[in-house]
């Protein structure tokens, strides 16, 4: 039996990647991996198959980008690799390279023409990286047009993995680029997610972008019922519920809620003082350096 499974041809493989038959890991995987460029090269130049796919359809491409192996990952694409290919859990070599964090490796799959939202696919690149918290992968995404709002059915959006991980930086940039901060999965929002996560500074952060701390999900819970009681994140979020926000803050939101996504873009260019530009795009006050008397 164990004979058949590794000759006998994958008509799954065939029909959904179009990359030819099931294997155990290949010398092409090997070398992709572990970063053997010249071995690989040589592989290639030998007729190897870039494409040839694993038991759990994992391509040398996947292998290398997991690893952000740059150099290694241009070889299978110039010698065409399938640049979308799925693995068993739907994962394309973009996902792989988000998840490692390597930023080059995503800017070169990009560059030969890897989708940054991949049809029929939930959990998408850009959830990838912010499960890893590659905040760098995440700006580089979104600036490439990644759906801020792809919803995954377990997940949720990006804006919710990254606060379930606790990873600030990425959910800061997903606010910053006009993520819906109230978006909600079974009525659970990001900041259900802080809240569970224990992260103070992630729910000072959604507020601040507007963040609904009267919230309630499926089971009728408010975030603060996730805290701890007398715990900061707890404390934080009762302050909240017992402060209204200031004007200043309630015309920001609306601002930016009315701008979404467009906000980066139009709030630089509206005819306003600088002071003012800098408060709606959430960038601290100019520094004000004063001469001290001779």
């Known amino acids: 039996m164990e004979m058949v499974t590794r000759t006998r041809p994958s008509l799954f ?36 198959a870039v494409n040839i796919v694993a038991i759990n359809s994992i391509t040398p491409l996947h292998e290398a980008c997991i690893r952000g192996q740059t150099q290694c990952v ?5 010698a065409g690799a399938q640049v979308d290919a799925r693995n068993i859990d739907g994962s394309t070599p973009l996902c792989d390279a988000c998840a490692a964090g390597s930023l080059e490796c995503v800017k070169l799959l990009l560059e030969y023409g890897a989708a940054v939202n991949p049809p029929l696919f939930t959990f998408s690149p850009l959830h990838e990286a912010c499960m890893g918290g590659n905040s760098d992968c995440v700006q580089f995404l979104i600036d490439q047009g990644a759906f801020m709002e792809a919803h995954d059915c377990h997940y949720g959006t990006p804006l919710h993995v ?20 109230n978006a909600a999965k079974l009525h659970e929002t990001a900041l259900h997610h802080a809240a569970k996560s224990k992260s103070a500074g992630l729910i ?25 009681l007398g715990s900061t994140p707890y404390l934080c979020l ?57």
């Open 13 to 48: 493989g065939e029909i959904a990647h179009g990359l030819g038959f099931w294997t155990e890991r290949s010398a092409v995987h090997v070398a992709a991996e572990q970063g053997q460029a010249l071995q690989l090269q040589q592989l290639i130049l030998g007729g190897a």
């Open 74 to 78: 241009r070889l299978l694409l110039d």
């Open 162 to 181: 990254s606060c379930a991980m606790k990873h600030y930086d990425c959910a800061k940039v997903l606010l910053n680029a006009g993520a819906n901060v």
């Open 204 to 228: 000072d952060l959604l507020v601040e972008f507007g963040g609904n701390v009267y919230a309630r999900d499926n089971l009728n819970k408010k975030p603060i019922h996730y805290t701890s």
């Open 238 to 294: 009762e302050f909240y519920e017992n402060t209204p926000l200031s004007l200043q803050q309630i015309s920001r939101v609306a601002v930016r809620g009315a701008l979404g996504s467009r906000a980066r873009e139009v709030v630089s260019q509206l005819n306003l003082p600088n002071r003012i530009i800098r408060f709606l795009s959430y960038m601290p006050p100019p520094v004000i350096e004063i001469e001290s008397p001779v």
